[in-house]
Structures are given as C-alpha cells and as structure tokens.
C-alpha cells in the first residue's frame, strides 16, 4: 500500500495526465469530425455494439494472412485489454490494504490470468521488435518510388515503433518485477510463494535473501513505473500507433455498413449548395475515413495485396495512411482549429499513385482494423475528374463513349445486337413473359473475344430451355467504369436512364456475364431507386447443371482447370462456390491457385483500368496473375468476367506457352452433345434458385 505522500502525488500525476491528455484527444476529435458525414445515431451506435466488439476482441481481421505474427499480435493486443482491469487493480492495491478481487478462487484466477498476459505480452513484444529491428522485415518496408511523408522517410515509423515497443516492455515488465517483490516479500513473512502467478513467483526467488526493505522498495519501485509510464504516457498517446488499440474498435463501430465490400456512396447532384465533389483535402474525406489514419497499425498487409504495389507501382494504401496520420500529428492544433489543408496529392500520394489503383478491394478486405483506403482513392478521383479536370486522356474515349454512344468503346449504339446475328435470342418486346433478364453488358456486345461467351451462354440457356429475354438495343452501360474512373455524374446519369428502363419491364432475375454489371446493377442501383435480385451466370449454370438441365461430355486432359475469380465476383460480392460448382457438375477438375476465392489476386483491368495504359511499374498486373495460374499446371484458365477474359488472354499470348483462356459459359457450351436440338425458349420455364 502506498504512502500518504505517494498517494498524493499519484493523484496530482493522474491530474496532470488527463489535463494534458484531453487537450490531444479533443484536438484530434475536432480533426476527424471535420471529416464529411454526420454522426452515428446512438440507436445505429448501439445496435452495432455486439457486432463490434466481438470483431475487436476476437481480432477477427488479423487471421487472414501471416499466421505467426497474427498469434504474437494476438498475445499483445488481448493482455493489453485485460490490462485494463490489472491496472485498474494495481491502483486499488495501491491505495487500500487489500488483494485485489480476494484471496479466493476468483482472485487466484484473475492473478493468474494476469501473470500469464504480462508473459503473452512481453513475448509478443520482444519478436516484433525483432521482426523490426534485427531481422528488418521486408514487409514492413516500401518500395522507392512511394511517396512518403518527411519524417516517414527520416525513420519516423522505426522511432514510433521503438518508443511503444519499449513503452509496453517497461510497463508490463516494471509491473511484473513488482508482483515479484510482491511475493517475495510475502515469503519472508509466511514462507509461502503465490502458485497463483508462476512467473512472477519464479522471478520472486531470485530476490532471496534481500530484507524486508528492500524487497518494500523494490515493490514500489515495480509499481510506480509500471502505472507512471502510462500516466506519462496518455499525452502521447494520440501522436503514436498504438492509438490503433483505441481507434480500430471506434472504427468497427462506425463504419457505414455497406451492402457489399466495394459499394460507394453517391454524391448529392440535386443539391445546388454544394460548390464541390469528391474530395481534394483531408476535410473533404467522410469523417471515417479521418478515423482510418489513426487505426492503422503500419502493418502493410494492404500492400501485400494490392496488384499495384506488388506490381511496382507507386501506390501504397499502407503509406497513404501513414501519410495522413503523420500529416495530421504535424498540424494537430492548426487542423483542430479550422486550417485549411493542402491537396492530398501534395503528401499522401502521387497522382500516378492515384489512376494505378484496380478498385479491386483487396486493401479493405485485408485490413486488420478496418480500414477502407480504396475509397479515399476513389473520391480523389472524383474530384479531379469532376472540379479540376485532370485525368488520363486515355479516360477521354470511355467517357464519350459512355455519354454518346452507351458503351465505352464508343460504338454505335444501333450495333448492340450485332454478335447475336443467327442466334435464337429473343427480346422482351418477342418474350414479354420473360423469367430472367439477360443483362448483356457492353464487352460481349461490342468485343469480339467476350462476344464468344454471349454465344457460348445462349447456346446454354436454349439448350437447357430457360425462359429469357433481352432488352437489345434498349440495354446502355451501367456506368460502373464511369463510377470507378470519378466521373459520378456521368454513372448517375446512366443509372437513372438504365433504372428508368428497367423498371418498365420489371424483371424477376437478372443474369449478368460481367461481375461489374452484376455489381452495380445489383447492389449501387439501389441508392437511386433500383432494386433488383441480379445473378451471376456462373450462378445460373450451377443451377442448371445441378437440375440436371445440362448435360455434358468429357473432354479429356482439357478438363484440368483453374479458376480466375474476379474481383467483383469474389471479393465484392461473395460468389466463389457457383463457378466451381459449375465447372465440377460439368466433369472438370479445379486446381486452386495459391491466392483464390475472396482472396483472389486481380487481373488488372477493374478501376477502369481497361479503358487507360497501365501505371508504370516493374510489370503488369496481368503477368502476375497470368504466372500464377499457369504454376498450377492446369492447361486452361476459367474466367467469370469479360475484363478478365481480356487480361488473362493478352497474358497467355505474350507468354506464348499455349495455356488456354475460356469463360466458364464457354467451357459449359463446348462440352453439350454434339447432336443436339435447343430447345425452344421458353419452354424450360423456371429454374429453381440456389444460394450461394
């Protein structure tokens, strides 16, 4: 128990801590509600509590990759919450003359449980300031050409880490030498230890022999440190990463809920106030995404999965992060108090940086605190495109194409229906009782090689009798290039048209062949009205096979596949079984690749980077991926998506090893009976949904 002096100094201590500490943490509140956006209600606030606090404590995040680290993170981050309850323990002990929870079973259970946390914890301390320091983990570094803030590139991050390395070294270790005392002095006085703590009643023998004065000082010592570095340490707190602790669980809580990974919010065209769209500074980001810098941990587990930094490129979803943090620990006071900051791209990225992101979601879907840096990217974009009208010139014939024409290639409209000449496609003026709406998309109406999968998936649905129809030359692009390039007005424009059209037939299904059209029909449309159930095709055949609506014909060693998921199929939205299943209901045999399903590596082309040169890098996304799939052995590569149907094609040609790339619609067609009648449409009449 401390002293009277001790306990009035202690007190003063706490006093000057929270003083100090709440001017930082109000400063950087006033930063991030400057942050668009309104706050959360507390219905939504609480409602998402459980939710949140289940991902916060179970760390649910952090399992997706790098095993070992995530279990010595693990053994941190939960002693660090339970030390919650030991610190506020010690203070009791501190002041009154008792044993914190009791002598009984539940105190013995608390202090063991603390003595095996304070282990946890400084074994998880002392690999990464390993991993760090001594084995200087590449993954914890940058490539050369990432723009990174002044005092990142002085050692920033290395010095940040050190300080809350030692910090949680000192505090959980100080307090561990304390209890040791603690028991030892207890020793002296009974000849009994504290079974209860094993490591701290090990380390309590090795002060044998040291009188009982000693041992006193030595328990005070233990204390005072342990409970001083975090009252010295709560004014720093803000500036430093381990405010993630804080500030992932406040992320978990408030982060809008979206109805699929990669869905972006609109922007208010109707409201004539609004001077400016997208965002050019860190007051124009949403509120959240404010929050972001200061959950990051530095971890770079978002680069490891971005096609463009493991590619070459400039970009970083990990730096910009940093980027902004560091920005905003520079400026806290003046950022607080209303400055004005200057434009993202001065510090946080490059603007190469900017137009190399695929919107692939790979960065949202990986990080361990649930941050989404491809959105930052994606508002940026609207405001160069849409306010300073600075974007690449490539850009220029996709969104003529889009505005004039319907489709980014800039054809004529009146060409739409051009790859069905000869085929038994019916439109919904020919088969108003139409089950499912066949949403074309613009790459098989336009492109030759997906033009080949919208023949494949008709010869499909006539030999299987599925009663479809299609809108032909009433169907127009559904923006999602547009959108994903930060021309919103042109997406919005095109959304009204498309949902204006649609709703006049109102249609029960949708069938899409291009996850992109599946994404933004089913799951953006609905922010201006549009709510429809859209399937992929892959979805459809796995239907149809299962029915037994298909039958098919081996085909010998070809039948060795792999499987590309899309990024918008897989990731964005949750369909990774239908494709295999389909392929396996066919008589194929799938042969995974290391990074599949939701964990899919992109092909290159999302992002609207179909429609622009790529980024200049140290290769193509496309050969990444394209190698990848050709480690497996397999001799053909399924895809689900026409963009990627285009960049895996253009890969195998430029490798030139003859592996073949097929949609899955095309694998399905090949392989029906060779002498065969389609049915007539309509007939076939309803295909029983299944869930994917």
Not at 7 to 22: S, T
Not at 460 to 488: F, H, K, P, Q, W
Not at 554 to 563: E, L
């Amino acid at each position: 128990m401390l002293t009277l002096p001790e306990r009035i100094l202690f007190i003063v201590a706490v006093a000057a801590a929270l003083y100090f500490g709440y001017h930082n943490f109000n400063r950087v509140y006033k930063v991030i509600r400057r942050g668009k956006g309104d706050a959360p209600t507390r219905a939504e606030m609480v409602g998402g509590l459980v939710e949140a606090g289940v991902k916060w404590l179970s760390l649910s995040p952090v399992w997706k990759t790098r095993t070992a680290s995530s279990i010595f993170h693990a053994l941190i981050a939960w002693g660090f919450v339970f030390y919650f309850l030991v610190n506020l323990g010690d203070v009791i002990q501190g002041y009154f003359p008792i044993r914190f929870l009791g002598e009984g079973f539940v105190g013995g259970v608390y202090r063991f449980a603390a003595d095996i946390f304070t282990a946890a914890v400084l074994v998880g301390m002392v690999y990464f300031l390993l991993r760090r320091f001594v084995f200087n983990s590449r993954e914890l570094t940058y490539h050369d050409n990432i723009m990174l803030v002044d005092k990142v590139k002085e050692g920033g991050i290395r010095r940040d880490s050190l300080i809350v390395g030692l910090f949680i070294l000192s505090h959980v270790g100080f307090r561990l030498i304390g209890e040791s005392f603690t028991i030892a002095r207890h020793r002296l006085e009974t000849g009994a230890g504290d079974i209860a703590q094993p490591f701290a009643n090990l380390l309590s023998l090795a002060w044998g022999g040291l009188p009982e004065e000693a041992l006193r000082v030595g328990q005070h010592v233990g204390w005072w440190v342990a409970l001083g570095l975090i009252l010295a340490f709560i004014p720093y707190f803000p500036y430093t990463k381990h405010f993630h602790l804080i500030m992932a669980g406040i992320n978990f809580l408030t982060k809008p809920k979206r109805v699929s990974l990669g869905a972006i919010g609109p922007e208010n065209f109707e409201d004539e106030t609004v001077e400016a769209f997208g965002a050019q500074k860190l007051e124009d980001l949403p509120w959240t995404h404010l929050v972001d810098a200061y959950a990051c941990i530095m971890c770079n587990r978002c680069q490891d999965v971005c096609p463009a930094y493991v590619t070459g490129k400039e970009l970083s979803p990990s730096a910009m992060e940093i980027n902004k943090r560091y920005y905003i620990n520079d400026h806290l006071a003046e950022i607080a108090n209303g400055a004005e900051t200057p434009p993202l791209l001065e510090y946080a990225m490059s603007e190469s940086a900017l137009w190399a992101c695929t919107a692939c979601a790979a960065c949202v879907d990986i990080c361990p605190v649930g941050n989404e840096p491809m959105f930052d990217i994606l508002y940026m974009r609207r405001h160069q495109v849409l306010v300073e009208n600075e974007f690449p010139k490539e850009l220029k014939t996709a969104f003529r194409g889009m505005e004039r024409n319907g489709n980014p290639w800039n054809q004529s409209a009146a060409n739409r229906m051009d790859w069905a000449e000869g085929l038994e496609i019916p439109t919904v003026e020919e088969n108003p009782d139409f089950e499912i709406l066949w949403w074309i998309g613009c790459a098989p109406s336009y492109d030759p090689r997906a033009q080949q999968t919208a023949q494949a998936l008709a010869k499909v649905l006539n030999y299987a009798g599925v009663n479809y129809a299609i809108l032909g030359e009433m169907e127009s692009c559904t923006g999602d290039a547009a959108r994903r390039a930060g021309n919103e007005y042109l997406f919005y424009e095109m959304a009204k048209a498309n949902i204006e059209t649609l709703n006049e037939f109102s249609p029960k299904r949708i069938v899409t062949t291009c996850p992109h059209c599946l994404h933004t029909l089913g799951k953006e449309y609905s922010q201006y009205g549009g709510h429809y159930e859209v399937i992929h095709h892959t979805q459809l055949l796995s239907e149809l096979t299962a029915a037994k609506k298909i039958s098919v014909s081996a085909n010998g060693d070809a039948d060795r596949i792999t499987f590309h998921d899309p990024c918008y199929l897989g990731r964005h939205n949750g369909i990774v079984n239908a494709p295999r299943v389909a392929l396996a209901n066919a008589g194929m045999t799938v042969v995974e690749m290391p990074r599949h399903g939701s964990a899919s590596f992109c092909c290159g082309a999302g992002g609207a980077q179909m429609w622009k040169e790529e980024e200049h890098g140290e290769k193509a996304v496309n050969a990444e991926r394209y190698a990848e799939a050709k480690s497996t052995g397999a001799g053909t590569i399924a895809v689900g998506c026409p963009f990627c149907l285009t960049m895996m094609s253009d890969a195998a040609k430029t490798a030139g090893d003859g592996v073949i790339v097929k949609d899955v619609a095309e694998l399905i067609a090949e392989r029906l009976p060779a002498q065969i009648t389609p049915s007539s449409n309509g007939s076939g009449g309803v295909v029983e949904p299944m869930i994917e």
